[in-house]
């Protein structure tokens, strides 16, 4: 894999990568508080005492990259070949903060910080809103104001509130608000909370590795199994990792799903309008954030269709270019291809 990476679309498409981090000073500097004063929970303890104080080339490296919207991210945008990115504030965002007020704020001006650099280049980033949970009204008119007055085109929650999922219906005024504005939700990944995170941790497994898509997955799952596709129809539900593996286990969910339902073995697992497979089919996105393998691209390609698969690199966590030239070098139609790097996004993020 040699050719050379450039922006502009000579290979008959533009590159839009669809889950890329950013951080603020603010936010790490109340993570590595948090961590230090005892109230971070597990996860956090683990990954930001490993981001935050870790002398490594990777820790020291990924924090720098995370701070920066300025030159030297363009920069790594022109080497390898991507046009623009959608930003989101890195996780688990304001979500673990339990100062309400604080939280509120670090959102707050994250997504100032974050609409003023989008305006400063409007043809490279593109913005997701970040909200605190914590508040649903709060997080709700924040969406708002992402969607009208930041020009912002989604909203990306780190899935676990502490402990809480959004399918508790307190988290409805933020459903009701991607309703209104008419934007995807994006569900990124988050340590797994205190409850689930044990055996985990104990091994090494806790994080990126294969804690966050456990806890991203079963997020989406219990989303799509309560029902929230029923109550909307319209609401697009995106998600990193190849779906967080989700696709690959569609056929079992469905099977186990039905026969759950039939037996009426749960009281809270009613039938729902469409199969679990149905629902990835209509209503959720999936992006190849750290998972640039032909085999698993078009697997989902397959499986949940080319409209919903979306290129992804994960910057600056996963910034290799070789894996931008694995989605360049795939065996897929050019049709296809302009779908994963470039139509999907324009399309369901409405750029
Ligand atoms: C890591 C990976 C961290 C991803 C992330 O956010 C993240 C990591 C704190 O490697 O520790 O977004 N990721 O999506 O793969
Ligand atoms: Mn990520």
Request: proline residues 6%; negative net charge.
């Amino acid at each position: 894999m040699t050719h050379e990476l450039k922006t502009g679309g000579d290979r008959g498409y533009l590159r839009i990568a669809t889950e890329e981090a950013f951080a603020t000073r603010e936010q790490v500097d109340i993570y590595l508080r948090m961590v230090r004063d005892g109230t971070a929970d597990r996860g956090m303890q683990s990954l930001w005492g490993f981001y935050g104080t870790s002398p490594s080339a990777r820790a020291t490296q990924v924090l720098e990259r995370l701070m920066d919207l300025g030159p030297t991210r363009l920069q790594h945008m022109d080497e390898t070949g991507i046009d623009r990115a959608i930003l989101a504030l890195t996780a688990p965002g304001a979500q673990p903060m339990l100062d309400l007020e604080e939280a509120k704020g670090v959102a707050q001006r994250a997504n100032d910080y974050l609409a003023e650099h989008c305006k400063a280049n409007p043809t490279r980033y593109v913005g997701m809103t970040t909200v605190a949970p914590q508040d649903p009204d709060w997080s709700a008119q924040e969406i708002r104001r992402g969607a009208r007055e930041l020009g912002f085109k989604g909203v990306q929650i780190n899935s676990h509130t502490q402990g809480e999922y959004l399918d508790l219906p307190k988290f409805d005024p933020i459903f009701r608000a991607l309703a209104d504005t008419g934007q995807p939700l994006y569900i990124h990944p988050s340590t797994p909370p205190d409850a689930m995170i044990g055996p985990m941790l104990e091994a090494g497994l806790d994080g990126a590795i294969f804690g966050f898509g456990v806890e991203t997955g079963m997020h989406l799952l219990k989303l799509i199994t309560t029902g929230i596709f029923d109550r909307y129809p319209d609401l697009q539900i995106m998600v990193g990792h190849a779906g967080e593996a989700l696709p690959y286990w569609a056929y079992r969910l469905d099977y186990m799903h039905q026969a759950g339902v039939r037996s009426k073995r749960y009281a809270h697992m009613k039938p729902l309008n469409k199969t679990i497979l149905g629902y990835l089919q209509s209503n959720v996105l999936v992006t190849t954030s750290g998972m640039a393998w032909a085999p698993a691209i078009r697997f989902l390609q397959q499986v949940i269709g080319e409209d919903r698969v979306l290129y992804a690199m994960d910057y600056p966590y996963q910034f290799e270019p070789d894996e931008v030239r694995v989605h360049d070098l795939l065996d897929v139609p050019l049709s296809t291809k302009k779908k994963l790097m470039q139509t999907n996004a324009e399309r369901w993020l409405r750029l």
